[in-house]
C-alpha cells in the first residue's frame, strides 16, 4: 500500500513540475531595451502574432543642427523624412521562429534602410538584434531597461 501511494504522489508531482518547467523556457523579450551604443531606447511589445519594437527615447531627442526633435531625415522617402525618430516603429513582419527568436526586418534610422533581421531573446537581461544585407550580416546586443 505505502509503494502505491508513493508512486501516486510522483506522478502527481511530475504532472505539477511540467507546467512549471514550461513556464521557465526562454524569456519573454517585451519590455525596454537599450541599445548598445546607448543611444535610444526600444520597447518591444506583442503585435498580432509576433512583435513589434518602437522608439521610446533617445540620448539626444534634440538635432544640434536644427533645435528641433530628432526626425527620420536619412529615409529616401520624402513623405516620411519629416516623422519623428521617438515613435518610430523599427520592427515589421517579425514572428516567431523558435523559443526565444523572431525573425523578419528592421529598419535602420541611420541609413534609410530596411533589412532582414531575427531578435534573440540571450538572457532576462539582453536581446541579440541581427540584419542582414545579401550575405553580409551584423549584430548588437541591447540591455533591458528595468523590470
Known amino acids: 500500500m505505502a509503494c502505491k501511494f508513493r508512486f501516486v504522489i510522483a506522478i502527481i508531482a511530475t504532472a505539477l513540475a511540467v507546467p512549471?518547467?514550461?513556464?521557465?523556457g526562454a524569456p519573454e523579450p517585451f519590455g525596454v531595451w537599450q541599445t548598445q551604443a546607448g543611444d535610444a531606447r526600444v520597447k518591444v511589445s506583442k503585435c498580432g502574432g509576433g512583435i513589434c519594437g518602437v522608439v521610446v527615447s533617445l540620448?539626444?531627442?534634440?538635432?544640434?543642427?536644427?533645435g528641433k526633435p530628432q526626425v527620420d531625415n536619412k529615409n529616401p522617402n520624402p513623405s516620411l523624412a519629416n516623422r519623428p525618430i521617438i515613435g518610430l516603429?523599427?520592427?515589421s513582419s517579425m514572428q516567431p521562429v523558435a523559443a526565444g527568436k523572431w525573425s523578419g526586418q528592421i529598419y535602420n534610422a541611420d541609413d534609410g534602410g530596411t533589412y532582414a533581421s531575427s531578435i534573440s531573446v540571450t538572457?532576462?537581461?539582453?536581446?541579440?538584434?541581427?540584419?542582414c544585407?545579401?550575405?553580409l550580416c551584423g549584430g548588437e546586443t541591447w540591455t533591458r531597461v528595468g523590470r
Do not use: K, Y
Request: charged residues 20%; proline residues 11%; glycine residues 8%.
Open 123 to 131: 538572457s532576462e537581461s539582453t536581446l541579440r538584434v541581427e540584419g
Open 59 to 66: 540620448r539626444d531627442p534634440i538635432d544640434p543642427m536644427t
Open 133 to 135: 544585407v545579401g550575405a
Open 89 to 91: 516603429p523599427l520592427f
Open 20 to 24: 512549471a518547467a514550461h513556464a521557465q
